[in-house]
C-alpha cells in the first residue's frame, strides 16, 4: 500500500469525523449545503439505485456548470453509440446539479457527488456499482478514483485538461497523485500540454492521449438562430443597438469594466451593458456597483417579466451566458484581468464576436491559443487597454466582424472531440 495515500485516508478520515459535526449544525443553522446533504455522504434514500436495469452502467462525474456542458455533448455522443446504456451523472454544486437535470432527459439518474471520505466513495459504489467511472476535466478524488480500482469499477478522465496553476499545487503532492493516477485506466486529454502535464504528475504514458475539448462540439450545436432571437426578444432589441457583454466577471472586474463602459458611452450614448458576474450570490454588490456610477439597472430574470428600460443588465441566472453571447456587439471574458486564471472566451467566439480577455488566463490558455493561432482573439494589459480596444473595435466595424469570423473558424476547426472521448470510454467497457 502506497505511504502518500495512507496518509491522506488518515489525515482525511480524522479531519473528516473532527470537523463534520461543525459542518452539519452550520447546514442546520444557515439552510447551506442542506441539498443533498446524505447524497454526499453516500446514503441514497430517494434514488432508485436498485431499479437502474440499463446496461453498460456509465457514471460521469461533472463538478460543476462547466463540466456539466461537457458531459451534455459526451452524453450525446454515449447515448447515440450506446442506447440501451444507463447514465448516472454527479455533481459537487447545486447550481451543477439543477442544470443537470434541466439539461439531461432519458436514461438518466442524477446524484450529488459523495465527499472524498473513504466510507462515503465506497457506500456510493456499491448502491451504483458502475461499470465505469468517467470523470471530467480535472476532478481527480484519491479515494474515489483509488476505491473504484479496487472494487474493480473502470476509471477514466475525459476531456481532461491540468492548468498551470493546478500542476503547481499538484506537484507538491506527487507521490499521492502518481499512486492515485495509476489507479485510473486511460486518460483522454484536451491538448499537448494537458497531456504533457499529468504525465508530470504521475500518469502512466501509454494510457494518456489527446482528443480534443468537447465542449467545442456542444458550443457549435447551441449556435441556433432561435436563440438570437429569443435573447434579442427579452432584451427588447429592435436591431442595431450597441451591446457589450462582460461574462464571467470577478471582483474587481466590474469597476474596469463600468470604467471602460463610461468612455463607450461618450461616443455610442445607447449602450447596452450586460454583466455576467461568474457567482451569482454577487449579484447584489454588483448592483451596488453599477449604481455607484449613476447606472440604472436591471436584473436579467427581471426582463423575462417586464420590458427592459435600463442601459445596463445584470445577469442573475445559471447557465445561459453563452446564448447571451449571440447579441453581443462586443465581449470581454472575466476572471483574466484579475489573477485567477480566466474563463472560456470560445463562447463568445463561437458566435462570431470579437472577444477580449486580459493577461490573466493561465485555467483556458487552450482556449486562448486556439484563437491567437486563427488571430481571432483580443488581449488587453489592463483597464485603459481595454477601454481603447473596446472604443476601437466598436468605431471599426468591419475589423470587429473580421476578427469575430476569424474567432468562430478557430471553434469550428476543432469538432468532433466528443465523439473520440466516447471511444475511449466504449474501448475500456
Known amino acids: 500500500m502506497n505511504i502518500p495515500y495512507l496518509l491522506y485516508v488518515f489525515t482525511g478520515s480524522i479531519l473528516f469525523l473532527l470537523l463534520f459535526p461543525f459542518f452539519l449544525l452550520y447546514s442546520l443553522i444557515t439552510g447551506k449545503h442542506r441539498k443533498g446533504l446524505l447524497q454526499r455522504l453516500g446514503i441514497y434514500i430517494n434514488v432508485p439505485a436498485a431499479s437502474i436495469s440499463g446496461v453498460p452502467r456509465i457514471w460521469l462525474h461533472a463538478a460543476s456548470v462547466g463540466e456539466v456542458k461537457v458531459a451534455g455533448a459526451i452524453i450525446e455522443s454515449i447515448n447515440s453509440q450506446l442506447p440501451e446504456c444507463e447514465i448516472i451523472v454527479s455533481t459537487t454544486t447545486t447550481a451543477g446539479h439543477e442544470l ?5 432527459k432519458g436514461n438518466v439518474t442524477f446524484v450529488y457527488a459523495p465527499v472524498d471520505f473513504i466510507l462515503s466513495v465506497r457506500k456510493s459504489l456499491s448502491a451504483f456499482k458502475p461499470d465505469i467511472l468517467v470523470c471530467i ?26 492548468s498551470v496553476r493546478s500542476i503547481r499545487k499538484y506537484i507538491l503532492i506527487k507521490q499521492l497523485m502518481k499512486y492515485t493516477l495509476s489507479c485510473i485506466d486511460a486518460f483522454s486529454m484536451i491538448g499537448k500540454e494537458d497531456a504533457e502535464r499529468i504525465r508530470k504528475i504521475g500518469a502512466p504514458l501509454e494510457r494518456v492521449e489527446v482528443n480534443g475539448n468537447a465542449k467545442y462540439d456542444l458550443l457549435v450545436r447551441q449556435t441556433i438562430p432561435e436563440i438570437n432571437l429569443k435573447m434579442k426578444g427579452i432584451f427588447n432589441l429592435k436591431g442595431g443597438e450597441t451591446v457589450f457583454v ?4 470577478r471582483k474587481g472586474e466590474e469597476k474596469i469594466i463600468l470604467d471602460t463602459y463610461m468612455e463607450v458611452l461618450k461616443d455610442f450614448p445607447d449602450t447596452i451593458l450586460v454583466i455576467a458576474p461568474r457567482h451569482i450570490e454577487r449579484t447584489h454588490q454588483v448592483e451596488t456597483i453599477v449604481r455607484e456610477y449613476g447606472c440604472q439597472c436591471q436584473l436579467f430574470t427581471e426582463l423575462k417579466v417586464a420590458e427592459r428600460k435600463s442601459p445596463v443588465v445584470i445577469v442573475n441566472t ?30 463568445a467566439a463561437v458566435w462570431g464576436k470579437p472577444v477580449i ?3 490573466y488566463m493561465d485555467d483556458f490558455l487552450g482556449a486562448k491559443d486556439l ?13 485603459h487597454d481595454l477601454t481603447e480596444k473596446v472604443r476601437y473595435y466598436l468605431l471599426n466595424k468591419k475589423e470587429a466582424d473580421s476578427i469575430g469570423d476569424l474567432a468562430r473558424r478557430a471553434v469550428m476547426s476543432n469538432k468532433g472531440a466528443a465523439g473520440k472521448h466516447t471511444a475511449v470510454i466504449c474501448k475500456h467497457l
Open 100 to 104: 443537470s437535470i434541466k439539461s439531461f
Open 137 to 162: 476535466e480535472t476532478e481527480i478524488w484519491p479515494n474515489w478514483l483509488v476505491q473504484a480500482h479496487k472494487m474493480g469499477i473502470r476509471t477514466m478522465i475525459v476531456n481532461g485538461r491540468i
Open 246 to 249: 462582460a461574462g464571467s466577471t
Open 318 to 347: 445559471i447557465g445561459e451566458l453563452q446564448d447571451l453571447y449571440s447579441i453581443a456587439t462586443i465581449a470581454f471574458c472575466g476572471g483574466s484581468l484579475v489573477p485567477l486564471g480566466g474563463q472560456n472566451v470560445l463562447e
Open 357 to 359: 480577455y486580459g493577461p
Open 371 to 383: 484563437l491567437e493561432q486563427f488571430k481571432g482573439g483580443i488581449q488587453v494589459e489592463n483597464g
